[in-house]
């Protein structure tokens, strides 16, 4: 029987950072791109790391070409980055998440992503 996956977006989902992982990637961009994103018109919600780079970093003027040429730059800087700001007692888990992943793991035809 195949098997669903089942993937959670986790900051604003399942816990809140209350705005550090956020703070980690603007401040992470400017650091290995050089331009400020903090100011920019733009949603997270729902989208991968990397998908948030390439958008955000457009709107920043900075070509797709010249992101995907420091993105190894970039994810080490950034998870140290996450690292500095963001300490266990400022990542909060929302209500019911501890039940309803246990719920979901309960299938034995889903796995979590």
């Given at each position: 029987?195949?098997?669903?996956?089942?993937?959670?977006?986790?900051?604003?989902?399942?816990?809140?950072?209350?705005?550090?992982?956020?703070?980690?990637m603007h401040e992470s961009?400017?650091?290995?791109?050089?331009?400020?994103?903090?100011?920019?018109?733009?949603?997270?919600?729902?989208?991968?790391?990397?998908?948030?780079?390439?958008?955000?970093?457009?709107?920043?003027?900075?070509?797709?070409?010249?992101?995907?040429?420091?993105?190894?730059?970039?994810?080490?800087?950034?998870?140290?980055?996450?690292?500095?700001?963001?300490?266990?007692?400022?990542?909060?888990?929302?209500?019911?998440?501890?039940?309803?992943?246990?719920?979901?793991?309960?299938?034995?035809?889903?796995?979590?992503?």
């Amino acid at each position: 029987m195949p098997k669903r996956l089942v993937l959670f977006d986790i900051d604003g989902t399942l816990i809140s950072t209350q705005g550090r992982s956020v703070r980690a990637m603007h401040e992470s961009y400017e650091a290995v791109w050089g331009k400020p994103t903090a100011h920019l018109d733009y949603s997270m919600d729902g989208k991968t790391e990397l998908g948030i780079t390439y958008d955000l970093l457009k709107l920043a003027d900075i070509p797709r070409d010249q992101v995907s040429a420091k993105l190894e730059k970039f994810w080490p800087f950034y998870v140290d980055t996450m690292r500095r700001l963001l300490q266990p007692e400022h990542v909060v888990l929302h209500p019911g998440v501890r039940q309803l992943v246990a719920a979901v793991d309960e299938h034995s035809d889903t796995v979590l992503g």
